[in-house]
């Protein structure tokens, strides 16, 4: 995909969480999640310039995301295709998220918090009773996560931006996982383009 001069930079996504597809945390379709309210702008608070340059950022990943997450080898081979909606929401100054995945009959959820601290974008993803810690930086293109383990650097990553595509935002996700199955190591690829969707922000999130 060609990006266009509208491209942005954008955050926060679950990606560590969604490598692992066949993780615990499964529920079926008739439990989802209990939602809070969408919100539509986050709430204004004083920082400095370069902080506010990063929420500003992040405001463009609000809203409701669908499409389907690749799951494929170092070589291509595709080892699974997975059924993703991805919304974000603030609640005041954080950034929340919400990545459901899977099919009808078996779902998973990964909920993330996004945040702006002394100059770092920093997310807590969160599924089952597993979290884990990204932290981001930007780049000409977008913004890259990598993990805030120093053993874990090297061994999964992931970037992301938005762009336009036939007049309508898509978010582009790109990354990897070394998964270790011993003696074996296996490089994971993950891609995925979700449609941004029209929705009211005075409506609960689905």
């Known amino acids: 995909m060609k990006k266009s001069s509208k491209d942005k ?5 679950a990606i560590a969480a969604l490598i692992n597809v066949d ?12 939602m809070e309210p969408k919100v539509q702008s986050r709430e204004v608070f004083d920082v ?11 405001d463009t990943f609000t809203g409701i995301w669908k499409g389907t997450l690749i799951i494929s080898s170092e070589t291509g081979q595709i080892i699974k295709l997975v059924s993703l909606n991805q919304s974000y929401w603030w609640d005041k100054h954080v950034l929340k998220g919400l990545a459901t995945y899977g099919n009808e009959d078996r779902l998973e959820y990964a909920f ?8 770092t974008i920093t997310a807590i993803i969160q599924e089952g009773n597993q979290s884990r810690v990204m932290q981001a930086t930007p780049t000409d293109t977008g913004l890259v996560w990598v993990p805030s383990d120093p053993t874990r650097i090297g061994r999964e990553q992931s970037s992301e ?6 007049g309508k935002e898509v978010l582009v996700i790109n990354g990897f996982e070394l998964i270790t199955n011993p003696p074996l190591e296996q490089k994971i690829l993950i891609r995925a383009e979700l449609v941004k969707q029209d ?8």
């Open 23 to 34: 993780s615990a945390h499964a529920q079926g379709p008739g439990d989802p999640p209990t």
């Open 112 to 119: 993330s918090e996004t945040s702006v601290e002394n100059g």
């Open 48 to 58: 400095s310039a370069y902080e506010r340059n990063m929420y500003d950022l992040l």
């Open 9 to 13: 930079f954008i955050s926060a996504i």
């Open 161 to 166: 931006y938005v762009t336009q595509e036939e």
């Open 199 to 206: 929705a009211n922000p005075s409506e609960p999130l689905p």
